[in-house]
């Protein structure tokens, strides 16, 4: 990996004795064979369609900045110039921001640059895509977070289904209740390091809750299956498997589990974002014409 720069931690000014600011990654790359959005839209990357004025990345990074708890932020994609030159000047010259190049495999370059001096802990994780975060998503997560080695950020259904009943996300179902990730891991220090490799290799999996939990052995993935236990014993179990404290942090507001991953949530993440800034206007698409995501 190579760093285009590298700004210095960033410590809260005049509070020596508070947490420590936490590093956020934003993983902004693509898939290998390019995405059919970023096509739709005439544009390299995802991270770079523009939604009501803005840019995804552009978005996602302001959130960050907007954040009391975030320190400095580490942009990761392929082509990390790429992405800087199509900032706006403030976000692309900004001295806590650093951009790198991203390896193979989402989770092995993550695991790469956690824990070194462009990424010190603890660490923040999100993506581009995640267009409606806001500094109100990113306290409640980081206000909830107690010193979970890995602690990953979900919305359970009942509170997207009061807010969009039409939403459609994928679901892991547990006693208890169903969880859609937000998008947003916390890895706090050293020890969440064995979790970022396991990541790793069962990336290819990570829409199939089942096929991860089976490999923690089949007792717990009949568990999981069977609903016999809940979210938080069956990720603590997990989490004790790699010696570590892991465990899902569920979030009140049903936008942190609005991605955008395919033309229907794009649709409805212009929808929110309309509502709450006012039209702007913007190119539009015809995404019949464009190549589901699958």
Known sequence: MTPVSQPETCPRDGHPDEKPLWTAI?????????????????????????????????????????????????????????LQSGLTPDLAA??????VESGNGIATSVHNVIGTAIAPWPVLVTTADNALLTAEILDSFI???NGQDVAVAVVERKTMLVA?????????????????????FALYNEAAKPAVAFWSSVE????????????????????????????????????????LRAEPIILPIAEAAIDV???????????????????????QVDWQAVTPVT
């Open 26 to 82: 934003i993983l902004a790359g693509q898939r290998p064979g390019g995405d059919p959005m970023a096509a739709g839209y005439n544009v390299k990357y995802k991270a770079l369609i523009p939604i009501n004025g803005q840019t995804m990345l552009e978005r996602v990074t302001r959130a960050l900045l907007a954040s009391r708890d975030v320190g400095n932020i580490v942009i990761l994609a392929q082509s990390p110039e790429e």
């Open 94 to 99: 900004h001295d806590n921001i650093s951009f």
């Open 261 to 283: 991953d395919k033309p229907d949530d794009l649709e409805l993440v212009t929808g929110i974002l309309e509502r709450r800034e006012g039209r702007t206007g913007g190119k």
């Open 204 to 243: 290819k999996d990570r829409k199939k809750g089942w096929k991860i939990f089976a490999r923690f052995g089949p007792w717990l993935l009949f568990r999981a299956l069977s609903r016999t236990i809940s979210f938080k014993s069956a990720m603590a179990d997990a989490g004790e498997r790699m010696n």
């Open 143 to 145: 206000g909830s977070h």
């Open 164 to 184: 969009y009943p039409d939403a459609r996300r994928t679901w892991l179902k547990f006693r208890g209740g169903a969880y859609s990730g937000a998008n947003l």
